[in-house]
């Protein structure tokens, strides 16, 4: 990979996670997640997993990245990584999807904190301090500023890293992950976008 690559995919992921996977109490973004309908233009009309469909509005500047597969064995003491899980009854965590940040965003979007993709979702942006293997898959134990726990990676979790994406990617189809600003008569201003690519989609 070139110099020029690497910072691109640097930058992608830094402009992206500090947005899509980060909740603060200033501005708490729409994330929309689908299959693209059309791009027309500047407007990016998404079939929503609600069923609904909305257009989106991209800006010349906004950011086009995709994700590609990693392995779970990839996750090391020290990683800094991003998992959304869910809270069983037992209140154990159980990863439902694992982002491994690259170095230079480190730290973005650190806590733990609700998440949106399903009930008793949660997200956890963190330092990642043991590696155990688990009955259920591997145990990741995590600490952050404030706290730490503890999430199961059962084996068929989507474990991913950001890679770089064109406007050209954003093909009828391909499934999305977006994070954008509500606007007038229910249509949104994409921040970050997110798209399928080499068959592998965004699991946020």
Avoid at 84 to 95: P, Q, Y
Avoid at 108 to 134: C, F, I, R
């Amino acid at each position: 990979m070139s110099i020029r690559l690497k910072l691109g995919v640097t930058l992608a992921a830094l402009s992206f996670a500090g947005a899509a996977l980060a909740q603060t109490p200033a501005a708490k973004p729409s994330r929309i997640r689908g299959d693209i309908v059309a791009l027309d233009g500047d407007v990016l009309k998404v079939h929503r997993r609600s069923g609904d469909t909305v257009s989106i509005e991209l800006k010349p500047a906004v950011t086009v990245s995709a994700v590609k597969s990693m392995q779970l064995s990839d996750i090391k003491p020290g990683s800094f990584v991003g998992t959304a899980a869910t809270t069983g009854t037992d209140g154990k965590l159980t990863a439902t999807e694992v982002v491994v940040f690259p170095e230079a965003a480190r730290g973005t979007g650190e806590g733990h904190y609700d998440w949106d993709l399903g009930p008793n979702s949660t997200m956890t942006n963190a330092n990642v301090d043991t590696v155990v293997q688990g009955t259920s898959g591997r145990n990741l134990k995590l600490s952050y500023k404030g706290g730490n726990n503890e999430v199961t990676v059962p084996p068929n979790v989507p474990i991913v890293t950001f890679t770089t994406a064109a406007r050209t990617d954003l093909t009828p189809g391909k499934k999305v992950f977006i994070v954008a600003t509500a606007a007038s008569q229910g249509t949104y201003v994409a921040q970050r976008v997110v798209v399928e690519k080499d068959g592998v989609a965004p699991p946020m």
